[in-house]
């Protein structure tokens, strides 16, 4: 998936989970496939089943925050990014995709605030 093959890592993950359908990572990573590749449901499909096998998986909930913006639901990816930033309140990338669904519902001033966080957070 990180060298820019998500369906190769889907086909990859998919039969990792079928050896140890429990394996959280996998679930969050073929997630993270899946929404590169636009197929939305299924992302937040893999996500939801990471997140019951691993509930304080950050990166996870930041993930399917950011499917869930993609896909027109920018209330459910502020509850997943304001969950993914309780429990990371440094996770710069989280505040900047909050923002951005802040943006998408015209709460301009709460996403100010957020892009400001992030800008904090990392300024590069």
């Known amino acids: 998936r990180q060298a820019g093959r998500p369906d190769e890592a889907v086909t990859d993950l998919t039969a990792a989970l079928t050896l140890n359908p429990e394996y959280a990572w996998a679930f969050a990573e073929r997630g993270e496939a899946h929404r590169q590749t636009g197929r939305l449901e299924e992302a937040v499909a893999d996500f939801d089943r990471a997140l019951a096998l691993s509930p304080d ?68």
């Open 57 to 124: 998986h950050a990166w996870a909930l930041g993930s399917r925050g950011q499917a869930h913006r993609q896909a027109g639901r920018p209330d459910e990816a502020i509850t997943d990014l304001t969950a993914a930033l309780t429990l990371n309140p440094e996770y710069a990338w989280a505040f900047a995709e909050r923002g951005e669904a802040h943006r998408q519902t015209g709460r301009l001033e709460e996403a100010v605030a957020d892009f400001t966080a992030a800008l904090t957070l990392d300024p590069a």
